[in-house]
Every structure is written in C-alpha cells, then in structure tokens.
C-alpha cells in the first residue's frame, strides 16, 4: 500500500513540537500513518520538521487563548492530541522562589493543557474514536527540594488528567497521562537553568543512559495504536539508571 492521502490520514495535534520529545513525537506520529499538526512557537523550527514529515507547522503559544482559538478553528476534527508543550523554569527553595516563575510554570504545564484541551474538544468528538496524552513527569509524582514549582504543576498534570476522565467517561475520547523521569533533552534543563549550559550538563553527568526523546516518542505512538476501547490511564517510564529522583546510579559515583 502506497502512502496515504490526507484525507485518509488520522489527523494529531502535538504541541511543544519544536524540540525534545514533541519534536520525536511528531516524526513517531507521522511515521505510525497520522498527519501530524506541529504546534509551538519557534515557527522556524516547526516549519522544517512538518515539511520532514509532511505534516502542517502551526504557530501556537499555549499560555495565549487567541492562539490557542486560532489553531483549533482551522480543524474541525482531531484524533490525536498530545499536550507536550511545557516545562521548568527555575530551580529555587519555596523560601526564596519567585511567585511569578510558579505563574509561568502552571501557565504552561497545567492552564495550557486546559486551554488546548478545551478549545478541541469539539474536535476530538468528532472524530469518534479520539485520545489524549497529556506529558506529564515524575515531577508529577515525587517531591524534591528546589523543585516545587514544576513538581507542584505537574501534579497538576495528572490530576488534571484524572478528571478528565471521569468527566469524559461515556464519550469517544480516551486519555492518557505520560510520566516521564530523566530524559536527556536537548533544551530541558538549559531553559529550567536559564541558559546555563553546564549545570543543564551536570543533570545527566555520568548518566549510563538517561532516556532519549524517541523512548517517550515510541510510548505515545503505542498509546496512540492500541484499538479503541484499550485506555492506557498512565505510563511511568524513567532510565534503568533512575530509581528515584536523586537516586540516579552515575558511573565513578
Ligand atoms: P524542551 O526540549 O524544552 O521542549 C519544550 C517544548 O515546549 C518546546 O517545543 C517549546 O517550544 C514548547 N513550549 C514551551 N512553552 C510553550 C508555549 N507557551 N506554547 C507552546 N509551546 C511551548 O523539553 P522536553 O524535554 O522535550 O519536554 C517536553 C515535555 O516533557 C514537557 O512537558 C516537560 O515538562 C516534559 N518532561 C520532560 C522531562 C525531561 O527530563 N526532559 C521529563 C519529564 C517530563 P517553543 O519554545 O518553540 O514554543
């Protein structure tokens, strides 16, 4: 069988498609046989991976209802929609954090996915066999100093993820909730560090192997391939050398 058309492609929404996991989330998207809509906010960096994997670059900032409003109005059905886009931005004690970085942090990480969601629920009914994958971390299940913006958030994440559930309970949407533990990206840890690039480098110093962005890629095309009435509810997956957050076996340690 050649290649499908469009019209016969299942059509999902990634966001946070520029870099990382959303980025090999696409390619692994495209690859199982979906048309992939790329959504972030570098329009540079989405533009080339659509025209790679012959999906649609559309500019989308999640924290912005105007953008998120503009996305979902040029598509009337979704199959697919992945709330990828997010991540941490500091790295303090609650005693001397700054409020406005924990605003930014859930703006992304939890009002973000929300909008998103919302705005392409109509969408996602549509297509009549749909699912959700919202990306959440282990972030979202354990505590750790100088982390409670992002971990306080992605708790969020998966309570967030926990309700929709229930309040979809009945209709043509399944949902899932992705955790991942330490994963080797490119900009995770230099945009948490503000651009500092060697303490983004400690974070995986030693590291015999952290996970990879095609590893959690890989997992939401499985989710996304399994046949409609399976739920996968939520997935943990962390490297073979993480047992827990600091519990990270580091060679000549
Ligand atoms: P990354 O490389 O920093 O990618 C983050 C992505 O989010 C970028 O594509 C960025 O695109 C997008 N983004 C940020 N703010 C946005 C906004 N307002 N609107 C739209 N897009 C926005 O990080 P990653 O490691 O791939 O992480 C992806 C997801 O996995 C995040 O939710 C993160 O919390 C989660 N996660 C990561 C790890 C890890 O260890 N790396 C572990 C567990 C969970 P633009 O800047 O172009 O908009």
Redesign the pocket.
Known sequence: MGPMSSQQRRTAVV????????AATARALAAAGFRVVCA???TD?IEALAQEIDGVAVA????DADSVAALAAGLPVVDVLVN????AFDSEPIESTDPDQWGRTFD??VV?LVRMTKALLPALRASGDALIVN?G?TAGRWAYPTGASYTAAKHGTKVVTETLRLELLGEPIRITEIA????H????SV?RFAGDQERADAVYAGVDQPLL?EDIADAVAWVATRPWHVNIDEMVIKPRAQAAFDKVHRSGA
């Open positions: 966001t946070g498609a520029s870099s990382g996991i959303g972030a906010r570098r960096r989308c900032d999640v924290t990828n886009a997010g991540g992304v990480n973000g990306m971390s991942p533990g330490m994963v990206t490119e900009e995770f945009v962005a």
